[in-house]
C-alpha cells in the first residue's frame, strides 16, 4: 500500500510527504539497495501504463512485478500461488496436520477442504457425522463449546473456517469422558485435599484450645478468687506467652490486694466492736465502706464512771490516703485522753495535727463531730467541724430537727475556729449522727435521698432499740439503691436516751 500510494503520487504529480514514507523507505533501501525514488523508477519503466498494472486486482497484482525486480523466480512462485492457491494450501495442510494432532491438550482436531477430511483415512470415511460437525462452524469460532457425537462417543469440538486458508475449516474436539476423568481426579483431588486440611485444622483446633483454654480457665479461677475476695490466690506459670504475662502481672495486683485487705482489716479494727455501758443511753454505730479502705470513722468510749463520748469523721476522698488521716485521727483522740470531755479541746488539737501533716501531695481534710455525754442526766456537749448536722427526733411529737452548729472542716485553714453547745437529751428521743454518703446516695433514676428523705425516715423507723432502730433505717437505704452500688462511705450513729424505768442494758 505504502509502495502504491507513494507511486500514484509520483505520478500524478502530488507532494510527497516524506514522514509518511519514512518506515517504508529504509526497509526498501534495505532489501533492494535501492531507494524508494528509484523502486518507482524501475516500476515505471517495466510498465510505462499504470493502466495495465492491475493496481487492486487478483490477476495482475503488483507485488508480483515489484518481486521481479529482484528474482524472477520468486516472482513466478507467487504467481502460481495468486492463480493456484488450492493446491498450495493442500499441500501445506497435509504437511502440518499430523504437527497438529501431536498437540499438548490432547485435542482431535480434523481439517475439511469441502472435498476430504484429513487426516486421510477409513476411519473418518466411515463416520460422516464428521461432515455435519464441519457444516456447524463459521468464520469465527463459538464463544462457548459445542456438544457434538462421534464414533459413539460425546464430545465438545471448537471450530471456524480459514481466513487465509479459506478453502479449509478446522475442527478441535475433546472427549466429555476425558472431562469426566479429569473432573473426577480434581474432585478427589480436592476431597482428599479438604481431608487432609479438615485434620490439619482440627489438630491445631486441639492444640490451640490447649493453649488458650487451659489459660483461659486459670484466668477464670483468678476472677473468681478476686470477687471472693480472696486475694491469697495465686496462678500458676503460664508460660513465657501473653498469657503467661497476664499471670505474672495478675499474682502483682493480687499481692497489692492482699495488703490492702490486711489494711482494711486492720482499718475495721479502729472501729468499736461493741457498745458501751451508757447508762439510760442506747447507743449503736457502723460504718459501710465504699471501697476496701474507706474515709469514714466512728467511735464511742466511756470517760470515766459517769459520762461517755461519740464522735464522726469523715475524710474526703476514699483509699489509703483517706484511711491514713481515718488511722491518724483515731491515734490522736486516743493520745488525748486528758481532753476527752471537752469537745472543742478535741477538735483544736485535731486541726492542728492535720495541718502539720499536709503537704504539696498530702491534702486532705477532714469533718468531725465529738458529743460527750452524761450517762444518767443526758446532758452533754457537741462540736462540729464541718459535719452534718445531726438529727434530733422526738417520737411524741413524730418530729426530727437538725442541731445546727456551723464549723470549718479540719485541715481547711491554719487559722480555723470551732465552737460547742450543750445538748440536753429527753427520755424518749434520739440522736442521730450520719455522714453524706447516706444523703448524696442516688437511685437507679438518679434521685437524692435528701434531708427531707432520711428525715422522714428517721420519723418513720423509730424504735428504742437503737440496733433495731439503725437496721430499719439501713433497710430503706438499700430499697432506694435497688440493687445499685454504694456511691460513698457511709456512716450512721443512733443514740436513743431512755426513762429511768425503762434503762437498757448496758453492758458492753
Known sequence: NDIGSYYLNFVNNTQVKPERYAEIELLTEMFYQKNLTEIVHDLILLTDNIAPMGWGSSNFPVF??????????????????????????????????????????????????????????????????????????????SPEPQRCSYAGEEWVFSGYQGNLLDNFSLLAMYPLSTIDKDIERERQFIVYSALATLVILISLTLL?????????????????????????????????????????????????????SLASIVQSRLMPAHTIASGRFDVFGRSVPMADLGGDYYDYFCIGDNRFAVLLGDVAGHGVGASLIMAMAKTAVVCCKNFHDQPLKILDNLHQLICATRSKTQR?????????????????????????????????????GEITLPGPVLGGFK???????????QPGQALILYTDGIIESKNPAGEEIGYDRFRQWLIKHYNSNAAAYYQAVFDEYNNWLAGGDIQDDLTLIILVYHNQADEPDTRA
Not at 97 to 103: H, I
Not at 219 to 242: C, I, M, N, P, S
Not at 415 to 425: D, V, Y
Open 64 to 141: 508480483i512485478d515489484l518481486i521481479s525486480l529482484q528474482d524472477s523466480k520468486i516472482a513466478d512462485f507467487f504467481f502460481t500461488a495468486g492463480y493456484n492457491p488450492s493446491g498450495i494450501n493442500r499441500t501445506f495442510i497435509i504437511r502440518q496436520t499430523d504437527n497438529l494432532r501431536r498437540n499438548e491438550a490432547g485435542l482431535s482436531v480434523f481439517l475439511f477442504d469441502s472435498y476430504d477430511i484429513f487426516p486421510l483415512d477409513s476411519a473418518n470415511r466411515n463416520y460422516p457425522e464428521l461432515r455435519t460437525i464441519f457444516n456447524r462452524v463459521s468464520t469465527h469460532p
Open 208 to 260: 490451640f484450645a490447649h493453649s488458650f483454654t487451659v489459660p483461659v480457665a486459670q484466668l477464670q479461677k483468678a476472677a473468681e478468687a478476686v470477687e471472693k475476695r480472696d486475694f491469697t490466690f495465686k496462678l500458676t506459670d503460664l508460660g513465657h506467652d501473653e498469657f503467661g504475662e497476664m499471670g505474672r502481672i495478675f499474682n502483682r495486683s493480687i499481692a497489692k490486694l492482699e495488703e490492702l
Open 364 to 400: 486532705k481534710i477532714m469533718t468531725f463531730q465529738y458529743l460527750c455525754f452524761d450517762k444518767t442526766t443526758g446532758l452533754g456537749k457537741y462540736a462540729n467541724a464541718g459535719g452534718c448536722s445531726p438529727m434530733l427526733v422526738c417520737p411524741e411529737s413524730a418530729s426530727a
Open 415 to 425: 487559722k480555723s475556729k470551732f465552737a460547742e453547745i450543750e445538748l440536753q437529751m
